[in-house]
């Protein structure tokens, strides 16, 4: 037996190891705003598969008394992923906006640095749900207006009113095919979770 | 799939997908043993251990292994190996609990280090 002192035997071959820092960004608004688009704006997107339970009329359908409560069906979603020279890679979640894989926000939110809640002007309830949920999680959240060709402009002020907004949340407009404006709607986002940190200030970077 | 059972006729083909359903890889468990929790950009790493007398590492289990040889991220390793998000939690709690790996670091609570968060900010701002 080898000894095996209480930690730092973390690699095979002995030698120390340096855990990458990572960190992720979740990216919500309502189904078909753009959430991929902006994802894959700014960085590499890979495959991911993960579970749905089965909803209480499939599993009416398929009966499955006696299995066991967690029955459940496959799903595949996204995910990016950006490295930096650092060393630090950063992931970027769109939550699913369906309804039904509202079970999912929990395990994505967990550990989360905040949230950035894509808006489209034409469909401005659609992202009631998400500002909702951040809000009651309490996970910091900026509002990025897409702004889509034709759509038409609003001042960030008057979104402000539409979606009942507190004064301290950042609203940004964006465009969320562009690389640029992308970045800086993340910037904006961490920006303001470290001007949040404190808990205290409810300082508004706008 | 072998025909050892005899049936000459089967009624699915390649095109119809795994046969084996994913929670068949990890004996019907849908959660980890012990307890254990992997949340998705956790950190992990196989040890040097060897596995104990009582534990039978399986196919899947080994490419993990194999997979974790450096540090990697549990959302970055499911991705790779293509199983379920769940199917992959349950494998990690198994070679966790047989001390086969080990979660080299987790973040459970909303991000208040400014320090990270500077690092992803400077990240941001180098793109």
């Known amino acids: ?206 | 799939m072998t025909s050892h059972d005899g049936y000459q006729d089967r009624w699915f083909d390649r095109e119809a997908g795994p046969v084996v359903r994913p929670y068949a890889l990890t004996k019907g468990r849908t959660l980890p043993s012990g307890g254990a929790e992997f949340g998705l950009i956790d950190v992990v790493i196989a040890t040097s251990g060897r596995p104990p007398e009582h534990f039978r590492p399986g196919p899947e289990h080994r490419r993990i292994l194999s997979l974790c040889r450096r540090p990697i991220p549990v959302v970055d390793l499911t991705s790779e190996i293509d199983l379920p998000l769940g199917v992959v939690r349950v494998l990690l709690g198994d070679l966790t609990s047989e001390g086969m790996l080990r979660v080299l670091s987790t973040q459970k609570q909303p991000v208040t280090d400014q320090r990270l968060l500077r690092m992803v900010l400077d990240g941001l701002e180098s793109l």
């Open chain 1, 1 to 206: 037996m080898d000894s095996n002192p209480s930690d730092g035997t973390l690699s095979s071959a002995g030698a120390a190891v340096s855990v990458p820092p990572t960190a992720k960004i979740l990216i919500s608004g309502g189904f078909g705003v753009g959430k991929t688009t902006l994802v894959g704006a700014i960085s590499e997107i890979r495959p991911l598969r993960t579970e749905e339970p089965m909803s209480d009329r499939s599993v009416g359908v398929d009966d499955t008394r006696g299995v066991g409560a967690k029955t459940t069906t496959t799903v595949a979603m996204d995910f990016g992923r950006i490295s930096f020279t650092s060393g630090l890679v950063l992931y970027l979640f769109g939550t699913p906006g369906q309804e039904r894989f509202w079970f999912m926000w929990d395990d994505l939110a967990v550990g989360a640095v905040g949230a950035v809640v894509l808006a489209d002007t034409r469909r401005i309830a659609d992202c009631f749900a998400s500002i909702d949920y951040f809000e009651r999680s309490g996970m910091p959240f900026i509002v990025a207006v897409n702004c889509f060709d034709g759509a038409q402009r609003f001042e960030p002020e008057d979104i402000r009113i539409a979606l009942s907004l507190g004064p301290e949340v950042p609203i940004v407009l964006c465009d969320a095919r562009n690389r640029d404006s992308v970045k800086k709607v993340l910037v904006s986002l961490v920006r303001y979770v470290m001007s949040t940190g404190s808990r205290a200030s409810r300082v508004s970077i706008a």
